[in-house]
C-alpha cells in the first residue's frame, strides 16, 4: 500500500506547522478560500494559514507521516 500522494493537492501550513489541504483545513479556511480563492495568505480566527505551492508536502491528514 502507497502512502504518497497520487495527486498533488494544494496545501497550507499554519502558524503552528500543520499542513492541510482544502479538504481538511477546517470551516474557517475554507470559508476564507471560498472568499478570496486567490489569495496564498488567509487569517482566520484559529490560526494564519499560508498556501505552500514549494514542493511535494501532502496534507497531514490524508497521509498521516506515521504510515510507512
Request: with cysteine; net charge positive; aromatic share 8%.
Amino acid at each position: 500500500m502507497s502512502t504518497q500522494p497520487t495527486t498533488k493537492a494544494r496545501v497550507w501550513i499554519d502558524e503552528g506547522g500543520l499542513v492541510a489541504c482544502d479538504k481538511h483545513g477546517g470551516r474557517y479556511l475554507a470559508a476564507a478560500i471560498a472568499a478570496h480563492p486567490r489569495k496564498r495568505e488567509h487569517i482566520t480566527p484559529r490560526s494564519h494559514w499560508i498556501r505552500y505551492d514549494e514542493g511535494d508536502i501532502p496534507c497531514e491528514t490524508c497521509y498521516p507521516m506515521h504510515i510507512g
